[in-house]
């Protein structure tokens, strides 16, 4: 992991109360920087919402850097200071530490999106970053784009030797499939378990009309263009070649890492066929999969409580 600058966030009282975050812009492999933010566990400083100021419901304790590292991926157009995002990281910030990032293409990073292609670098370099800190134990927590980042991601990155797989050195993370990122090596770059919300099963889904609103605005100039103006997004411009591991290709290949999907059942984009399909592709035991009555489409859609569910089985769960 290459960090080639931090800095803090402006002062205000609430750093008084609780661990002060660190920002950071991370190189990813192929040489995009990424903007990204690492938020200490808050569990014993204060009211989970960081209370009033002067009042502590607790008495502020040193948290270890072997508590869990939660990294957030965020979904197409989102990015590390989005609302859904930041309310996300301050529910997980209550059981675990957080990183959110911005992926390339989105907010202050760097470079132009792929829609979920290279993005798998700059998570990468995220959980790189979460171990550099010290946490033994890092979560990957992808919602839509970033919920099919992180099947890859895991799918990619593993602790172990693999057969078939990049030799493994002392170190240094091996990869599972003979992928082009697959060719990269990124020191403790795997996730130990992973958590996929509201993600697609395969490629060029085109069933529902947002997502053929999105296919256009990724695949059309005028499409991009929106995009870049209207949701802050840069797109890149080249078709993905080769087309990378689709996320049911990437299921089998994340054990014994523990999986847990999450659909709504009322999500827009994509239909409960996706979310079966995937815990299917998993096989017996392979993946934990819950369907969410009434709830839409990723970060935006999940509630907070929700989300504390997804962070006590982040922190629950142990090491594969």
Same mark, same amino acid.
């Given at each position: 992991?290459?960090?080639?600058?931090e800095?803090?966030?402006?002062?205000?009282?609430?750093? +008084?109360?609780?661990?002060?975050?660190?920002?950071?812009?991370l190189?990813?492999?192929?040489?995009?920087?990424?903007?990204a933010?690492?938020?200490?566990?808050?569990?014993?400083?204060g009211?989970?919402?960081?209370?009033a100021?002067?009042t502590?419901?607790?008495?502020?304790?040193?948290?270890?850097a072997?508590?869990? !590292?939660?990294?957030?991926a965020?979904?197409f157009?989102?990015a590390a200071? *989005?609302?859904?995002?930041?309310?996300? !990281?301050?529910?997980?910030?209550q059981?675990?530490a957080?990183?959110?990032? #911005?992926?390339?293409?989105?907010?202050?990073s760097?470079?132009?999106?792929t829609?979920?292609?290279?993005?798998?670098?700059d998570?990468a370099?995220?959980?790189a970053?979460?171990?550099r800190l010290?946490?033994?134990?890092?979560?990957?927590v992808?919602?839509?784009?970033?919920?099919?980042?992180?099947?890859?991601?895991?799918?990619?990155?593993?602790?172990?030797p693999?057969a078939?797989?990049?030799? #493994?050195?002392?170190?240094?993370t091996?990869?599972?499939?003979?992928?082009?990122?697959?060719?990269i090596? *990124?020191?403790?770059?795997?996730?130990? !378990?992973?958590v996929?919300?509201?993600?697609?099963?395969?490629?060029?889904y085109?069933?529902?009309?947002?997502?053929?609103r999105?296919?256009?605005?990724?695949? *059309?100039?005028?499409?991009?263009?929106?995009?870049?103006?209207?949701?802050?997004?840069?797109?890149?411009t080249?078709e993905?070649?080769?087309?990378?591991?689709?996320?049911?290709?990437s299921?089998?290949?994340?054990?014994?890492?523990?999986?847990?999907l999450?659909?709504?059942?009322?999500?827009p984009?994509?239909?409960?066929?996706?979310?079966?399909?995937?815990?299917e592709?998993?096989?017996?035991?392979?993946?934990? +999969?819950?369907?969410?009555?009434?709830?839409?489409? !990723?970060?935006?859609?999940?509630?907070?409580?929700?989300?504390?569910?997804?962070?006590?089985?982040a922190?629950a769960?142990p090491?594969a």
């Open positions: 992991m290459s960090s080639v600058s800095g803090r966030f402006r002062g205000s009282s609430v750093p +008084l109360l609780t661990p002060p975050p660190r920002f950071a812009t190189l990813t492999d192929d040489g995009v920087p990424v903007e933010v690492y938020e200490p566990c808050t569990a014993g400083f009211a989970p919402d960081g209370g100021a002067g502590l419901a607790a008495t502020p304790v040193t948290i270890p072997t508590t869990p !590292a939660i990294v957030v965020h979904g157009t989102g200071d *989005r609302p859904a995002v930041r309310r996300a !990281a301050r529910v997980f910030a059981r675990a957080v990183i959110t990032f #911005s992926f390339r293409g989105h907010g202050r760097g470079g132009r999106s829609v979920g292609d290279r993005e798998v670098l998570l370099a995220a959980v970053w979460a171990r010290g946490h033994t134990r890092v979560v990957t992808g919602f839509s784009m970033g919920g099919s980042v992180v099947l890859r991601h895991g799918a990619l990155y593993t602790a172990e693999v078939g797989g990049a030799e #493994s050195a002392a170190g240094v091996p990869v599972r499939v003979p992928e082009r990122e697959g060719r090596r *990124r020191t403790g770059a795997h996730s130990d !378990a992973v996929s919300v509201s993600a697609p099963a395969r490629w060029y085109r069933g529902t009309a947002p997502m053929r999105l296919h256009w605005v990724v695949t *059309r100039p005028s499409g991009r263009l929106v995009g870049r103006y209207g949701f802050r997004t840069r797109i890149a080249e993905w070649d080769p087309v990378p591991l689709s996320p049911v290709a299921v089998p290949l994340i054990a014994p890492a523990p999986l847990l999450v659909h709504g059942d009322r999500d984009y994509f239909p409960l066929d996706h979310p079966r399909t995937l815990a592709a998993a096989g017996p035991g392979g993946a934990e +999969l819950w369907l969410e009555r009434g709830m839409g489409h !990723a970060e935006n859609a999940a509630d907070d409580a929700l989300l504390a569910r997804i962070a006590d089985w922190t769960t090491p």
